[in-house]
């Protein structure tokens, strides 16, 4: 047990988050079950380690593991956490649970024997953690963590402490809080830097960044889709060159019949890949209202920005880079479809959006759609609103 605590307390010293990410205060700390799911490189374990930092700091009744530890071969983690709590602990950070054969057993042990254990555990995006475990309904709280935001990028590059705001609040009241924003700082300034870098907080390191990005890419797709959802290896290089067709093509409909002669498979095992694709947070899938899974998506978009420019980038249009920025910040609290002629996105079922890439309104204005516009700054009208300022959603 004493290694545990030299590494956890060895960890927290050498954590420094250089943001506090939202996600921090909206969950509710009281439960006694909590994942954290999110892709590969966003930030899951300095989560953990931030949180142990800020509300416990050398208080021992917390304590951080990582199942990759070769320990945890031999001996069961529910049988670890009744050790840890006979020993005055009272808060489990367990990360990479799903490297443990038998992690949802053992969590629901650990629910059942230490009533008085908090355990926070982190793990894939492609994981269902109750759709497929269902030993783990109705005692697990589920949270998303994401990569920056564009406001949290810009609070770091810039010293601001920006508030997020919600979709609401913006559309009712972008002018004024545009102007407080550009009253301190010029967001276009940084926003082609988000879009190329910003998504991912391993842009701090001392790395090259496209690089260490397609490697993370390639890991969600060997770990987090193959072991995951028990994939045999043979079957890696069909659903990485599925992924680069999909990015070299475009945001458009896929082929699907094409795609599976390209990659030697059948129709279905195309659309199984296209879907574990998405659940890693490689690709987005929009559907027209009303449609869903398993049928064929109306749209296949790169996840975000930073994997457009990352996986082909001689082949990144301006418009496509904008639409899946604003696509990216509004799927966190909102349900996106493919909208009908003269917009671009129906939101939420009933709000019309249209992305303008050069920040004029071309055609016929309807006054039904809300016209998302680059290259400005504040809004002119109560319908027309500055891109950038959806990367304040969180």
Known sequence: MEIFYKTHDYLIEHTNAPVRRALMDEIDWNDRLIGIKGTRGVGKTTFLLQYAKEHFGNDRSCLYINLNNFYFQERG???????????GGKVLLIDQVFKYPDWSQELRK??????????????SSVMRLKEENPELNGIVKSYNLRGFSFREY???????????????????????????????????????????????????ENRNFSENLLKTMSMMIEVDILLIKQIELKYLQKIKKLLYLLAVDGPVAPNVSWLAEQIQTSRATVMNYIK????????????????????????????????????????????D???????????????MNKAEKGASYLVDGDL???????????GH??????????????????????????????
């Open 352 to 362: 019309k959006f249209r992305i303008c890439a050069d920040g004029k309104l071309k």
């Open 154 to 204: 810009l609070n770091l590059r810039t010293g601001n402490k920006f508030p997020s705001f919600t979709l609401e609040q913006i559309l009712s009241s972008h002018i004024e809080i545009a102007k407080k924003v550009t009253q301190r700082v010029n967001p276009l300034q940084y926003l082609n830097d988000y879009l190329n870098h910003g998504f991912y907080p391993f842009f701090l």
């Open 110 to 123: 650990c629910y059942e024997r230490y009533p008085s254990l908090h355990i926070v555990f982190t793990g």
């Open 276 to 319: 574990y694709l998405a659940d890693a947070r490689l690709i987005n899938m929009l559907y027209a209202a009303g449609d869903d899974f398993p049928k064929k998506p109306a749209k296949i978009m790169m996840h975000n920005t930073n994997q457009m420019f990352a996986i082909y980038p001689s082949k990144v249009e301006e418009q």
């Open 77 to 87: 983690f529910a049988d670890f956490a009744g050790e840890f709590q006979k020993q």
């Open 365 to 394: 204005v309807s006054p039904s759609v809300y016209f998302v516009q680059h290259k400005v700054q504040v809004g002119a009208a109560p319908k027309q609103i500055p891109l950038w300022l959806f990367g304040f959603l969180y």
């Open 321 to 335: 880079v904008l639409e899946t920025f604003f696509l990216n910040s509004m799927w966190k609290d909102h349900k």
